[in-house]
């Protein structure tokens, strides 16, 4: 949804996207109004975005396209919500080479901190923030959890080794979940950073061709 004051009677107007020309007409004192170029070039398909398969590279100053949500397309309940995406320099697990303290410095070194407003309607901001909140949170949880649930159960079943096929098993189910969690729940619930340097932020979208059709841009 686009917003901007009537010049006329000063009374707030809401568009579902930019009309040709840039004219809208004031639904209250029936005014024709340009539309703030500063709003039409913040609502229209930023030409700046660019694509390579399902990553969508965003420069730095460039907008997503606003009145759709970023991620399912709808154009009902949607909201700009500032997002910070962490991308970590893979050049950082050289560091491991030298020990944990040298993968740590690297790490602060190279890690690239980056917010940037997302349109997303009420229904896939809750599930942003759910996958957000809950997969890291099961990751750490699972990996004391499962190994030792496991080795419960294990120990239960047969007293001499079932313990430590039981804790095997556990870590086993906790990578599993690992890689679901983060291909089927976290890729399709978030935009997902690839990276990010000094030119632009990249980031993995669930469904390309869809919002690529939604945004009216081609690959
Ligand atoms: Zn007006
Ligand atoms: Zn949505």
Known sequence: M?????????REIALQSVPEGGRAICPICNQVVPVPAAV??????ASSLRWEGAKMIVPRGAVLPHGNCALCG?????TQISKT???LNPL????????LIPLVILALILQK???LPVPLCGRCARSWSLSAILFPLGIILGLFALPAVGGIVGNAVNPSDGAAIGAGLGILVWIVGLFVGRYVWVSRTQLIVRKIDAAAITLQHPDPAMIQRTWGMMG
Do not use: K, N, Q
């Open 85 to 87: 995406f962490t991308w």
């Open 74 to 78: 709808r154009s009902e309940g949607v």
């Open 40 to 45: 039409a070039a913040a609502y229209s398909p």
């Open 2 to 10: 686009i917003r901007f004051f009537c010049a006329g009677c000063g």
């Open 113 to 115: 901190r980056e917010s």
């Open 92 to 99: 950082a697990y050289l560091g491991l080479l030298g020990g």
